[in-house]
């Protein structure tokens, strides 16, 4: 796919996605963002903060101090998402037994937005690369210990089986680097094993405090998004059970799940098919699919794949997908018994009114959506002292379809340098 096919086709999902939603509110953005037009893209998000609500506020905060490390403003890359991981520790954990109460009742979008683990860890990694490109060696330390406890928090001291796909190995590879940089090697070791068990080509070395070395970070693709969709569902009761029953988008069959909600009571009005919004994730198309350095005017190698987030969004929501759904038609479904009084008779009502509400009150689509889809990594010695990397970018047939612009990097004798850079579509 083109860059301008790509960019075509994130304008069109944004259409699709319905102009009430935060997907298609950042769209603009999204565009100039992958666009490499970061000046304009943080002019976006500025009207965005302004004129958002305070549900919203501290997730285009994150956003845009992506941006603006990705333009070169550290400093207020760090005030913005020193800000959002402020707010979003205070919130963490801290909903009332009214509001808990309330969940089945008040759409998701209108209340406060609360990151997922990942992203959490996310934020603080490129807190880091904030510090660190600023040349606050002091900061990027801190935060690098900011990374390995919320490592341990959400993901614990072993990471096996499934939980795995919800691991941050670019989070840890950062942390492995200033490990090596101050000397702790036995530091950098546990974090490059445990990135080696998710992704081996990543590490095929030993740590070394010594070689002179830059590390280049590559990010490729956009993160996949959320979009709100029309789903039909109904509730049953089986053998003294109730259980909500789903047909999602693109097939797969129908989705069965258990409800315990003290709020759904009544068989005689059970079983009445209705229609409510669901917030469905899409991946993004993809314009390269690989990408080489080339340092000081010479294609060095090919970046290997350090992290998958694409995969990582993806299991995160297949995980939370049970409660997602159950939360959305139960809203939906005691809007519809409030509003009309249900009998027995009523199912074609139901059916009619549940209708008028998806079509007002869209699914909660928020998501960090200047992620990318995937983090590469390519490693080398160099001689100490200037250099330059540009990023060449490939297609699946091989074809060059882009070449980034061209970062400077000075490389201290016998420390690790570190060069991240966002990519495209």
Known sequence: MTRKAAITALAVLAAAAGCATYTARMSDTGILYYDGEYGRAIDELDKLAR?????????????????????????????????????????????????????????????????????????NTYLLLSYLESGDMEGAYVERNRVIMRLGQYLGPAVAGSDSLLDVPFARYVAAVLYENEGKLDDARIEYDRVAELFPEAVTWAPNAHLTEMVVFAEMGRAPVKVSREIRGYFAKVNGRTFGYFALPGGGGQYVYPVSS????????????????FPDYVRMPRVAVLCRPVVDGVEAGTAVTLDDLERTAMEAFRRDLGKILLRSALRTYLQI?????????????????????????????RSW???????????????????????????????????????????????????????PP
């Open 337 to 365: 018994l409030a509003q009309n009084k249900l009998d027995g008779d009523a199912g074609r009502i139901a059916s009619v009114v549940a209708k008028i509400f998806s079509a007002v009150e869209t699914a909660d689509t």
């Open 51 to 123: 004129s958002s609500s305070n549900e919203d506020l501290y997730l285009y905060l994150l956003e845009r101090g992506k941006v603006r490390l990705a333009a070169g403003m550290y400093d207020s890359a760090i005030v913005d998402m020193r800000a959002a991981e402020n707010r979003f520790d205070e919130i963490e954990g801290t909903a009332s037994v009214g509001e808990i109460v309330s969940q089945s009742i008040v759409s998701d979008a209108s209340k406060e937005y609360k990151p997922e683990p990942y992203e959490k860890i996310l934020l």
């Open 369 to 423: 959506q200047t992620l990318p889809a995937e983090i590469a990594v390519f490693r080398m010695e160099v001689a100490p002292g200037p250099h330059e990397v540009v990023l060449r970018y490939y297609d699946r047939g091989g074809r060059m379809v882009g070449e980034s612009g061209s970062l400077k990097v000075w490389v201290e004798e016998g420390k690790k340098e570190i060069a991240w850079m966002p990519g």
């Open 262 to 277: 003290a709020l759904l009571t009544g068989d005689a009005r059970l079983g009445t098919v209705f229609t409510f919004a």
